[in-house]
């Protein structure tokens, strides 16, 4: 069913590839942390060799796992921008797609952790009186986030129609 | 702080107000101490507690005594605290609604608190404890008479005309739209699951012990027993004498045995309503109905009894469409025309899918769900706030996906589950257009 997460217009922007390489820097640190927690495990206990050849194959098959569904999450990552209204989808398991009227948005907020910004990039989230509305975008280049930011609150100052 | 304070026409609380808060106190401490007291002296624990009340009372005193609230241009402050002192300014014209509630100890003395839900501040901010009840209901009055004049005046609006507005609304009489009697009120919680719990525990209870000759399984389900029977009992005891009325300022419901309550509800602020018809009363056509109000999200007491969204605990389907249809400014509900989602639906919700519906009309989304409990949920396109699609792996081999619409926190959640995937997208891009066009007019 392609048609049920088409874009509205012409094609969804997608996000910046840098979210990926984050989120995939993060997972290989976790990978390495595990390995390192068996391997100390393995001479503290002295455990059996094919325990401990299990646990490693299970901590790289995780990882390898994880590798791929980042890729197929971060591609799946799309939003499109309106006349009245910000349509986002994301998901490639579960997915969603959320269309949000400017004219109901209460505010936006841009935020960016210490990782996010060695990466350049940053998260946007509108909120409206809903609390149903999870409507993020991760992972934008700082500038687009700005940019975002700035056309969406003076769009829906525009547009406001408050509850 | 300034000692000028005196010439302001400021109000005090209540001087019962430290009576009546430490009253539960005072029960408590003759129970602990009775015994004592009979044979005529204190025991040491019956000391400290007459201390702590004495300690409470002096205390209640002064803060009764630095509490004071006046209204002054278009604020309503109120000065408290005894060692670091605090001076709320309410905003007048920002009252959503103003509510007299009656806590048991309260009623006793004749007292009552007065709560202002303010837009975005937390109930405490809000409330003045405890007032006279004619007090309460004066200065409810004038903070809501005071408000309409407010808002009238940011209005182009001729001053007279507005004054003459204020002077015949107050003639016109509060129109009674809907009353639960005891009978009706005492057999619909008779027919919850809550009551049917409470009915076999308690048979199990008496006969068990009867019938294997050992009572000590006693010690287990009386507490039980215990529990459900005060869950049906503050049921019963919350929509005691529960009454519905359109007043000037806006729905006005009435209710409570011990603790009263009376709550006003301007319809503006209605975000949806939701129709319950469990089970056991759709074959006597009885219904309740919930609103969900902006703001008052958080304020359900949790505590078995009605919470503050309800505006009609059990009544009449009739009475309750025709109660919905006047808090949704006189939409026909009926007309809507609820569609099942397709065959397929049933690998997913095999036996949900056949009391499963959605539709719209010209000015309200409706969804459906539920055998045991059915709920019909109504939100206006003009409330809308965003939708979604949603679709998991399951419904994606069956073709099918869910779209939410969006509202307000509160009890309403409008759902087209399990619909044919290019339907649920047509459905959010129609909706989408729709509810832009029925903000329109709010907007501008």
């Known amino acids: 069913m392609n048609d049920l997460f088409a874009p ?156 | 702080m300034s000692s000028g304070t005196a010439q302001k026409p400021y109000r005090r609380l ?18 602990a101490t009775w015994r004592d007291l009979l044979r005529g002296d204190l025991g040491p624990f019956g000391a400290v507690l007459l ?10 005193g002064a803060s009764w005594l630095r509490t004071k609230y006046w209204i002054e241009s278009d604020e309503l402050r109120v000065d408290t605290g005894v060692i670091a002192r605090q001076s709320r300014r309410i905003r007048i014209d920002r009252l959503q609604g103003v509510d007299i509630v009656q806590p048991f100890v309260a009623r006793l003395f004749g007292l009552a608190e007065l709560r202002m839900d303010v837009a975005g501040g937390s109930a405490r901010e809000g409330s003045l404890a405890f007032l006279s009840l004619s007090d309460a209901r004066e200065l409810k009055d004038v903070l809501l008479s005071r408000r309409d004049a407010v808002r009238a005046d940011s209005a182009p609006l001729p001053d007279a005309d507005s004054d003459a507005g204020t002077d015949w609304r107050w003639v016109e009489p509060d129109r009674l739209l809907a009353r639960v009697d005891l009978q ?13 719990a409470l009915i076999l525990a308690g048979l199990g209870s008496m006969l068990v012990p009867l019938l294997v000759g050992d009572a000590s399984g006693i010690t287990v389900s009386l507490p039980l027993v215990g529990g459900l029977a005060l869950v049906v009992f503050r049921k019963i005891a919350g929509s005691y004498r529960f009454t519905v009325s359109q007043t000037p300022a806006g729905l006005q419901v009435r209710r409570g045995l011990f603790e009263l309550s009376s709550q006003t509800i301007s319809l503006n602020r209605v975000q949806g309503v939701v129709l319950s018809e469990p089970l056991l009363w759709r074959r006597l056509g009885w219904a309740r109905l919930d609103v969900s109000i902006a703001g008052y999200a958080a304020s359900s007491d949790g505590e078995g009894g009605p919470s503050a969204s309800t505006v009609l605990p059990v009544g009449d389907r009739e009475l309750a469409m025709r109660l919905a249809q006047h808090v949704l400014s006189g939409t026909v509900l009926d007309q809507t025309v609820l569609t099942r989602p397709p065959k397929q639906a049933r690998w997913v919700s095999p036996i949900g899918r056949r009391f499963m519906g959605f539709g719209t009309n010209e000015s309200l989304t409706v969804s459906r769900t539920g055998w045991f409990n059915r709920r019909t949920n109504v939100v206006p396109h003009a409330r809308v706030q965003s939708l979604r699609v949603t679709q998991g792996p399951l419904q994606r081999r069956l073709g099918l996906a869910d779209m939410h619409v969006d509202s307000p926190p509160g009890p309403v959640t409008v759902r087209a589950q399990d619909r044919l995937a290019t339907e649920a997208r047509a459905i959010l891009e129609q909706e989408i257009a729709v509810s832009r066009q029925a903000r329109m007019p709010a907007g501008l």
């Not at chain 1, 509205?8 to 922007?13: A, I, K, V």
């Not at chain 1, 290989?28 to 390192?36: E, F, K, M, P, T």
């Not at chain 1, 994880?66 to 009245?84: F, H, K, Q």
């Open chain 2, 51 to 60: 201390g702590l009340l004495i300690a409470g009372l002096v205390y209640g």
């Open chain 2, 184 to 196: 009706l009120l005492l057999l619909s919680t008779l027919l919850t699951p809550e009551a049917f």
């Open chain 1, 8 to 163: 509205p217009g012409n094609s969804w922007r997608p996000v910046a590839p840098q979210l990926g390489t984050m989120r995939r820097l993060v997972l290989s640190a976790s990978a390495v942390v595990g390995l390192v927690g068996i391997v100390v495990l393995h001479l503290i206990l002295d455990l059996p060799t094919w325990l401990l050849v299990l646990a490693i194959a299970a901590v790289v098959t995780l990882a390898v796992l994880g590798w791929l569904v980042i890729g197929r999450n971060t591609r799946s990552w799309g939003y499109a921008e309106r006349d009245e209204d910000l349509y986002i989808k994301h998901g490639a398991t579960f997915r969603e797609l959320i269309a949000v009227p400017y004219g109901r948005m209460q505010f936006v907020d841009i935020t960016s952790g210490p990782l996010e910004r060695a990466f350049g990039i940053a998260s946007v989230r509108l909120h409206t009186a809903s609390p149903g509305t999870s409507a993020r975008i991760p992972g934008l280049p700082k500038e687009e986030a700005a940019r975002l930011r700035d056309s969406l609150t003076s769009l829906g100052e525009a547009q406001a129609a408050g509850l």
């Open chain 2, 14 to 31: 209540s001087p019962l107000t430290p009576v009546a808060r430490s009253g539960i106190f005072v029960v408590a401490v003759l129970t």
